[in-house]
Structures are given as C-alpha cells and as structure tokens.
C-alpha cells in the first residue's frame, strides 16, 4: 500500500479502483449547480454526486422522492459544464428504475445523453439487480447505494442507521458482493455500523464510499451545503462541518441590507 498521492489530470471509474488498491482514500461530494461544481472542482474533489438530495435542498421537500428525471438532468447538465477533472455521478430519481429493467436503461440513457455526466446512481440490492445489469450492458457505469437509501424512507419510518441486526447486515453483505459481481464500479454505503461498513469494504474489490459509515471504508462523501454549514437545522452524528456559512451569510445580507438602508451602498467608487 503506497501513501504518495498521485496526480490524477482526470478522474474515472478506473481512477477510483486504483485508488482502492493504492490505498489512497476517494473523496466526494454533492454539487447540483454551476457554480459549486466549479469551485468543489477546482477544490480537487475525485467525484461530484449530483445527488437526489437536490429534492431536499435545491426544492425544500421533506425527502428525496418528488425530484423528476427532466430536474435531476438540469441539475446535472449545470454540473457537467463546470467540471474538468471531477468524475460526475447522477442519482436516478425515484421512480425513474424501479418498475422495470427497460425504464431504468431508458432513464440511464437520458441521463448520459442530455447531461454529459459519466455514471448513475441507484439505490438497493438484489431487487434491482436485473436493471443494473441492462444499464451495464448499454456501457453505462453503475454506483450501488446500499444502507440507509433516502428512496425507502416510508417502508423504514425513520432515518436512523440501518444493519444493526444480524439478517439485515448479513442482506447488505450479499448485496454488496452481488454489486460487485454484477459490475458496479463503487457502491456508496449510508448511516450503516463502522465495523460492518469495514468489513464490506475489506471483502470486495470496488471502492466503497461512506456516508455516516466510518473510517474503515474506501471514501467519503457529504452533502456540500451540509458541510459548509448552509443547513443548520440538520445535524447528525456522521456530519463534520468546515463552515458555518448560515451565520455567515446572514451576517452578510444584514450588512448589505442595513448598507442599502443607510445610502452607504453604493458610494462614489461603486458608481459610473
Ligand atoms: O443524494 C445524495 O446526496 C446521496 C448522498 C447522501 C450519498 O445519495
């Protein structure tokens, strides 16, 4: 295992395996517009999600399920032309693969062709597989999402962390190995125990990326607007954030607003 970071002028689905077997851990993010994927880019990000979680903070729905195939492709079209060295993955939204393989290979398709982007996401296991395998086969890379998948929420109830019994870790297991198997290029673990994310990690060959899994796992991936602290009434355990940009930005239009209050905005120089 080697710890020299090697420079990458483009990241892609092979980048990330390699960067498995090197040891070098993957980093990763949410963008669904322009301007976050250009600065998260330049940053030096190796994957820019655009995730459904636009459904909760792009929108302000309670859950991811709403967002549409044609608002996921806007968001994603914004993303891919900001980028020149991220690899960018698109979610497939809710109820865009999930009736049958044909329309998830029909909604893949759309999504490769109308943004530009360069994999899809989709939530689940086995129940998924024979749509994972059609996407495959069209030459479509395949993230798995295994865990806590936001898609589910109303069969789980609840947004605590999933796998903790016995029969439901041993499920997740099969189903990462069967991603694997089938040709997924990653699979993205959410709010899972460390030790079973790890395990996972350590039994299959593609990278995994954790959300609220642990440190064991290949990659990280938050929520941008979470980690800049723009949301702050969303605080789990897994979140670390690198700014508090709410008060922030606040502080900012208040001084802007009491500036335009008080005639000091614009002075002599802000004027032609
Ligand atoms: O939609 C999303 O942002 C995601 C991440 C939380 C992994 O799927």
């Known amino acids: 295992m080697s710890t020299a970071k090697k420079e990458y002028k483009r990241i892609t689905t092979k980048t990330l395996v390699d960067m498995k077997q090197n040891g070098e851990k993957i980093s990763m993010l949410t963008a669904y517009d322009f301007t976050m994927a250009k600065i998260v880019d330049s940053a030096g990000i190796d994957v820019i999600l655009v995730g459904d979680s636009a459904s909760n903070v792009m929108a302000g729905h309670e859950t991811t399920l709403p967002i549409t195939l044609d608002q996921m492709i806007y968001h994603a ?27 998830a290979l029909r909604s893949a398709i759309r999504i490769m062709k109308e943004s530009g982007a360069h994999a899809v996401k989709l939530e689940g296991g086995k129940e998924i597989k024979e749509s994972i395998k059609r996407i495959l086969n069209a030459g479509i890379p395949v993230m798995g999402h295994l865990g806590l998948t936001p898609q589910s929420i109303y069969k789980f109830g609840t947004y605590t962390v999933r796998a903790k019994e016995e029969e439901e870790a041993e499920q997740l297991k099969e189903d990462a190995l069967m991603l694997e198997k089938t040709g997924c290029f990653a699979v993205v673990l959410e709010k899972v125990p ?45 979140l670390r954030r690198y700014l508090d940009l709410y008060n922030e930005m606040t502080k900012a239009f208040q001084g802007y607003i009491s500036d335009v209050k008080s005639g000091d905005f614009p002075n002599s120089k802000e004027q032609y």
């Open 194 to 238: 460390a030790k079973l994310a790890e395990e996972v990690a350590k039994s299959i060959s593609i990278p995994v990326i954790g959300i609220g899994a642990g440190g064991g796992v290949d990659g990280q991936v938050l929520v941008t607007h979470d980690m800049l602290g723009m949301t702050h009434e969303f605080s789990p355990r897994f």
């Open 77 to 103: 079209s914004s993303v891919v032309r900001a980028i020149e060295r991220s690899l960018v993955v698109v979610d497939l939204p809710f109820g865009s693969y999930q009736s049958d393989p044909k329309e």
